[in-house]
């Protein structure tokens, strides 16, 4: 099994420039999530989505849009690229149980974003 | 959001215990503690979880307190592949959408 893919990589983006993080999972988890990490810190959640067509704010959404057309995919989109999103991006996965709480969350490899 | 608190680093002789605490004393009677942990340069990876028992699984241990107001995860022969930084993390289970993560325990194994 893949888990979750994350592409790109690695990426520099020149300030207001705009750009997609792709994000697809090969589990079929209802929810996935969106998180960013700065150095040294822990993980923000940025979006997150309990189900294709439904998507909801975490802790940081400003500055990004994402959308959910299809269990596997939840692309995060950068609108106008600024120094302050300089950070690593992970996206996760979990299946949804009745108690929701045990959902365990399958992390992506992240993408390292450089904004100059 | 109930908050964790963990030391920011400890260190380990390699095969042997490491004990690492969490507080948590503002837990409400709902939240799950999972633990996390995130090796260098990947994303995080489940470790273990509970609400009242303490746990085992074949990565670790779990031992919580019978206030639940702490817990600690036990690594029980710690390898060189355990440095990371592990989460402690509460999740309400009533809602259980959103983790939110501190900034961890940067565990060092010594060989």
């Known amino acids: 099994n893949a888990g979750v893919t994350q592409t790109p990589k690695f990426r520099i983006l020149k300030i207001g420039q705009s750009m997609t993080l792709q994000c697809t999972q090969d589990m079929n988890h209802n929810y996935m999530y969106w998180y960013r990490q700065d150095p040294g810190m822990g993980l923000k959640l940025i979006y997150y989505s309990v189900g294709a067509g439904i998507t909801d704010k975490g802790e940081v959404p400003n500055g990004y849009n994402v959308s959910r057309s299809t269990t596997e995919d939840f692309p995060l989109r950068l609108e106008l690229a600024a120094p302050s999103q300089t950070s690593v991006y992970f996206c996760?996965?979990?299946?949804?149980?009745?108690?929701?709480?045990?959902?365990?969350?399958?992390f992506g490899a992240g993408t390292r974003l450089s904004v100059l | 959001d109930a908050k964790t608190t963990q030391p920011n680093s400890m260190e380990s002789n390699e095969e042997e215990p490491v004990h690492l605490p969490c507080n948590h004393s503002t837990i409400s009677g709902t939240d799950y503690i999972h633990w996390y942990r995130q090796l260098p340069s990947q994303g995080p990876e489940y470790v273990i979880h509970g609400l009242t028992s303490n746990v085992n699984n074949r990565m670790a241990s779990l031992a919580i307190a019978e206030d639940r107001k702490s817990s600690t995860l036990i690594l029980h022969r710690a390898t060189l592949r355990d440095a990371a930084v592990y989460y402690c993390?509460?999740?309400?289970?009533?809602?259980?959408?959103?983790?939110?993560f501190g900034t961890g325990t940067s565990l060092t194994v010594i060989p």
């Open positions: 993390i509460l999740r309400d289970r009533n809602t259980g959408n959103q983790f939110y």
């Open positions: 996760a996965s979990s299946y949804s149980w009745r108690t929701r709480a045990k959902n365990i969350q399958y």
